[in-house]
């Protein structure tokens, strides 16, 4: 090792400089531009760079280390079509490939994974009683504790997961494209695989992309299955003696292990998944399922994998075979998954958010659905009203007019569909669209127990028993719809493979700009696969050596601090050190109290950014009418030791929001969350500015008068706290001037809404209106360590919403609002 040897870490550069420049360079520079830029006569002479020409840079990067080699197979393929000479035509095809076995090594290997990865199955339970089964990585899933069960004793698996999806590569003209396919293992945490930074999913081939036409065009469409299959077996064709017999590899942590490669899963699209699983479009990837009957609530066998290719065996040689009828396959006689160890390919598929959800169900379906009951203008005036909400898109123009979605847009719009609908659909119809709103939130979830398992099947139920409410209004005729049969799976994939995000789509539709769409660019478009493949290895390559100086650096720090360590447990001591840590150490945003217990933090300006403001800009700007009654009342009550009352002349240190961090769904992987609420004032346009309206946000503020009831959203929103909350909205945040005494934290005018009592009976969401007092708001001032969370109202609609709800003025003009749960994915899975 580098390490060991005493190497310099930047070898083969000169030094750390040229090291970030040359990376710099090969990530964001053309080739062409890199050699400009060496001639430049001021860097000739000012840097005196160890490579002055594109050649010798390339020699460079060339030289480090670089991950598993690519190799070259020649694919020759014979149509069924006669050229002028007589003779079948032929196409000679470039399949560009890596051995996955390699891949693998690479990963299980990668000593900057280490503490994020397992190497066996465990069983994880939410309690102590151990009876709450909790699902989470692959290894915490069933697939992996029954196939540990039929290898050797001491063997370690490495659940491969592959990927693939053909991808355009050129923007606006031609038909360029590429078809990736991605390996990682389901032993690396899903957090980290996500992350396509970490390196933690390599790119392991490319199927080639052809028109195929020395086929007749009835027989074209069957030829591309098959090639696709012969690519993918000579792809993973090294998989099949080590998932068999094992093969030693060191790991991460060090230590060394007979692995077994096993293909475990495999992401793809709808269309992709039945070319995988050799079945017709008309059917589905994972189960028998009669094509006719999708859209019942069918619990059928699973596919088979030896049943399966039996029948495609018995129709190659002729025979009559009744399940490639029923099952609906296709004549691929060579599936490029029937000789690997220990594969069931069509349990492998795994449930798709992106396409299945998002994509499908929500925004082809649902969405299609209730718009043609509302009617498109009114759909449109809905979304344009809808309540502001920080870093909720708002759709000024509504969504009828817009052409191209993406799977972000419909994540916002499920934030605020149900609310939305309320009062516009009837009231069967709100119910099937809460139902799948609630199974898309619960699916996203990145940990399952028994309990949210039991919500999701729940959720299914609901939509399939009142679904036919569409087909009465004429809006459907039937139900027999790839994506919708596909929701009955999830549970089922859920408990064998783990949480549906460690599979979804969004990660190969993210890495194709970086290994596809990218390296196109970079070539020059003409046999530009093999430049592709080059311009991928140099980039790994620089990545690489990124890493290990990382790891290097990191390494030295340790030895470094261990030797500190050493010499002074070696050295007398001499006073005790004193355990308090020193003023200037604590955290000023922390609220009092037992950090651990609350986790609620908030974070606000250091410097204020409208001081010495007076109480005429409150009243008048802030519209803080009871803003003074308010200060009077806490003055007297927090602080009575004060012999001063507030007056109208008084002046206030104002900010314009704070940010608030409070704890993460337990489901989740985000340890805690980060809202930011407002209370800023209108802006008057001026030359080309536009005016910008006033944001006074609501939220979700500790209220001592209001006790713990049982309700499910004060539970968890308090958790161990003894007193409930209530939404209010926050109109000023300031300090408390001086005269009056000190306080620890700076204070809000709130004006309070209604508790947290009645429930909309349609979509289950609280409802509340303005609270008042004596006629005039009921306002109060809080130490805004009590704003736990921002909160999203609706205002309640009727079959038509109020032409004079606007984004800005809803929270003026409505008198009764929902709360809107579906905010988050947490909130809601949290409050069913």
């Known amino acids: 090792m580098r390490a060991e040897a005493e190497v310099d870490e930047w070898a083969p550069f000169k030094d750390e400089e040229e090291w970030e420049l040359f990376r710099w360079l090969i990530k964001h520079v053309g080739q062409t531009k890199i050699d400009e830029f060496l001639k430049l006569s001021i860097i000739r002479r000012k840097c005196s760079l160890s490579a002055d020409s594109k050649y010798k840079f390339f020699q460079q990067i060339d030289d480090l280390p670089t991950g598993v080699p690519w190799h070259c197979d020649v694919v020759s393929v014979q149509g069924d079509r006669m050229g002028d000479d007589g003779k079948f035509l032929q196409e000679q095809l ?80 031609g038909d360029k494209k590429a078809w990736p396919v991605y390996l990682s ?79 475990a899963a495999y992401v793809a699209d709808y269309p992709e998944q039945c070319l995988v699983c050799c079945c017709k479009e008309n059917s589905c990837p994972r189960c028998t399922v009669p094509p006719l009957r999708r859209g019942e609530q069918l619990n059928c066998d699973p596919r088979d994998v030896k049943s399966t290719k039996d029948a495609l065996r018995d129709h190659q040689n002729g025979n009559d075979s009744p399940r490639f009828t029923s099952e609906q396959l296709r004549p691929v006689y060579e599936p490029f998954w029937a000789d690997l160890p220990h594969c069931d390919i069509f349990s492998s598929i795994m449930p798709d958010i992106l396409h299945q959800l998002h994509k499908g169900v929500f925004k082809d379906h649902l969405l299609s659905w209730c718009t043609s009951i509302v009617g498109p203008d009114e759909i449109d005036r809905r979304f344009r009203a809808m309540t502001d909400f920080p870093g909720l898109r708002n759709f000024r123009n509504g969504i009828s007019h817009v052409s191209q979605w993406t799977g972000k847009e419909h994540k916002e719009m499920q934030r605020i569909f ?96 970086e290994l596809a769409k990218n390296a196109y660019r970079a070539s020059n478009h003409r046999d530009y696969t093999e430049q592709m493949v080059t311009w991928l290895s140099r980039q790994e390559a620089v990545d690489l050596h990124a890493a290990y100086i990382a790891w290097f650096q990191g390494l030295r720090t340790e030895e470094t601090a261990d030797e500190i360590a050493e010499e002074s447990d070696s050295e007398p001591e001499d006073e005790p050190e004193d355990d308090e840590p020193d003023e200037d150490e604590v955290s000023p945003l922390l609220p009092d109290g037992d950090q651990e217990k609350t986790r609620h933090t908030y974070a606000i300006a250091k410097h204020c950014p409208l001081p010495n403001v007076s109480l005429r800009y409150l009243l008048a700007d802030h519209g803080a009418s009871e803003f003074l009654p308010a200060l009077t009342d806490f003055v007297q009550t927090e602080l009575p030791q004060g012999t001063l009352r507030p007056n109208q002349m008084d002046r206030y240190d104002v900010y314009k929001a704070i940010s608030v961090t409070y704890p ?78 000190s306080h620890p934290h700076p204070l809000a005018y709130v004006e309070w809404y209604t508790p947290l009592r009645r429930k909309d009976p349609g979509t289950g969401l609280y409802l509340v209106s303005r609270s008042t007092r004596n006629g005039k708001p009921n306002a109060s001032i809080v130490s805004i360590d009590q704003i736990r969370r921002a909160a999203h109202l609706v205002p309640k609609s009727g079959r038509e919403i109020s032409r004079e709800l606007t984004k800005d003025s809803s929270l003026d003009v409505a008198t009764e609002f929902r709360v809107n749960s579906y905010i988050s994915v947490d909130l809601r899975s949290m409050t069913v």
């Open 94 to 173: 470039e399949l560009w490939r890596r051995d996955p076995v390699e891949c693998v090594e690479e990963l299980i290997g990668n000593p900057t994974f280490d503490g994020n990865i397992a190497y066996g199955p465990e069983r994880v339970y939410t309690e102590e009683a151990a009876t709450i089964r909790r699902y989470d990585e692959m290894w915490t899933a069933d697939w992996w504790w029954i196939t540990q069960g039929k290898l050797p004793e001491g063997a370690t698996i490495a659940p491969v997961i592959l990927a693939s999806d053909a991808t355009k590569l050129t923007n606006f003209g």
């Open 185 to 263: 293992i389901g032993n690396i945490s899903k957090s980290v695989r996500r992350q396509p930074s970490q390196r933690a999913t390599i790119l392991v081939g490319y199927i080639p992309v052809s028109k195929l036409d020395c086929f007749n065009d009835s027989t074209r469409s069957l030829a591309g299955y098959r090639l696709f299959h012969h690519c993918m077996s000579l792809i993973l064709k090294s998989l099949r003696e080590p998932g068999l017999n094992g093969k030693e590899m060191t790991c991460a942590d060090r230590g060394v292990r007979r692995v077994h490669p096993i293909v």
């Open 418 to 513: 149900v609310a939305l609908l309320a009062g516009a659909v009837p009231a069967e119809v709100l119910e099937v669209a809460r139902a799948l709103v609630d199974f898309i939130y619960y699916a996203q979830l990145q940990s399952h127990d028994d309990t949210s398992l039991t919500h999701l099947q729940s959720a299914l139920d609901t939509f399939h028993r009142c679904k036919d409410v569409f087909i009465r209004l004429g809006i459907r005729e039937h139900f027999n719809i790839p994506k919708i049969h596909s929701l009955l799976h999830y549970v089922e994939a859920i408990r064998s493979r783990g949480s549906c995000d460690g599979y979804n789509t969004e990660l190969p539709e993210r890495l194709h700009i």
């Open 664 to 741: 993460g769904d337990p489901h989740g992987d985000v340890p805690e969350h980060t809202d930011r609420i407002r209370a800023v004032v209108a802006k008057a346009g001026r030359g080309r500015k536009q005016a910008v309206a006033a944001h006074f946000d609501t939220a979700f503020i500790i209220d001592p008068d209001i006790p713990v009831d049982g309700l499910e959203l004060n539970a968890y929103l308090i958790r161990r706290e003894h007193t409930g909350t209530r939404i209010a909205r926050v109109r000023v945040i300031f300090d408390l001037p001086a005269q009056f005494g």
